[in-house]
């Protein structure tokens, strides 16, 4: 008989068990998307806060993090003829970026760059990450810049 109420007990647990229920959902990282920059703000220690609103130029600037952990970016600048260009240094190839999240608010970000012939990388670590809203980034380093998510 108790093996038999055994049996019964451990078929239904397998009945009432399915992988879904004990597997979370993933949840995506609110990193992930393509992301223009919008301003920066400036903390002296002496004065106000200084915001710096990027021109429309600037704000063409990219930068994609993708779900794999890696991420392309673009930038642009105005030249001294007043025309919008992308940003590009002579010589310089970037071979990958990475990104990785450390802990809550945490990233890393990584880039393997050749630079005439010489290999580099380039590790940056944010204070902090924040996403006050669905559609806003928030870096801070030694200044706060501001991301809005694109559509």
């Known amino acids: 008989m108790k093996k038999l109420f055994m049996l019964l007990l451990i078929c239904c647990s397998l009945v009432g ?11 995506q990282d609110p990193i992930i998307g393509t992301w223009k920059i919008v301003e920066m703000t400036e903390y002296p220690s002496n004065s106000n806060p200084i915001v710096t609103t990027y021109d429309e130029c600037y704000q063409r600037s990219r930068i994609t993090f993708k779900a794999d952990g890696n991420y392309e970016s673009k930038s642009y600048q105005l030249n001294s003829d007043g025309s919008c260009e992308e940003l590009v240094f002579e010589g310089q190839t970037t071979v990958s970026s990475t990104w990785q999240k450390i802990s809550a608010n945490k990233y890393r970000f990584t880039e393997e760059i050749i630079n005439d012939g010489n290999t580099m990388f380039n590790t940056s670590t944010p204070e902090s990450i924040t996403f006050p809203f669905s559609n806003t980034m928030e870096m801070l380093y030694m200044w706060l810049f501001r991301f809005e998510l694109c559509q």
């Open 17 to 27: 068990c399915s992988t879904e229920d004990s597997i979370p959902e993933s949840v």
